[in-house]
Nanobody, 115 residues
Framework: QVQLVESGGGLVQPGGSLRLSCAAS????????MGWYRQAPGKQRELVAL???????NYADSVKGRFTISRDNAKNTMYLQMNSLKPEDTAVYYC?????????WGQGTQVTVSS
């Protein structure tokens, strides 16, 4: 079993920055894909960014150039640096880990962008 714990969410003004973290623990298979997803009220959960265990990345068009995903395999931790935040980035952000062992989700962390 894998446990994922997100942190770093909060309230920020438009144009501001936040850094989310996702700490993974448990039976983590070395080859995996980790990702950030978000869900705004009344909307479906959507992909924000993915990162493979060897560092390959993929971003949603809406966050390209503003968000950066990274990971520290030694610490089993993934990050999402979010810059130039917009009100439309407001959502609950979820951490995900996908491997041959299974598909796992964190509990989510709220990000609110508002003046």
């Amino acid at each position: 079993q894998v446990q994922l714990v997100e942190s770093g969410g909060g309230l920020v003004q438009p144009g501001g920055s936040l850094r989310l973290s996702c700490a993974a623990s448990g039976s983590i298979f070395s080859i995996n894909v980790m990702g950030w997803y978000r869900q705004a009220p009344g909307k479906q959960r959507e992909l924000v960014a993915l990162i493979t265990s060897n560092g390959g990345t993929n971003y949603a068009d809406s966050v390209k150039g503003r968000f950066t995903i990274s990971r520290d395999n030694a610490k089993n931790t993934m990050y999402l640096q979010m810059n130039s935040l917009k009100p439309e980035d407001t959502a609950v952000y979820y951490c995900n880990l996908l491997s041959q062992m299974g598909n796992y989700w964190g509990q989510g962390t709220q990000v609110t962008v508002s003046s």
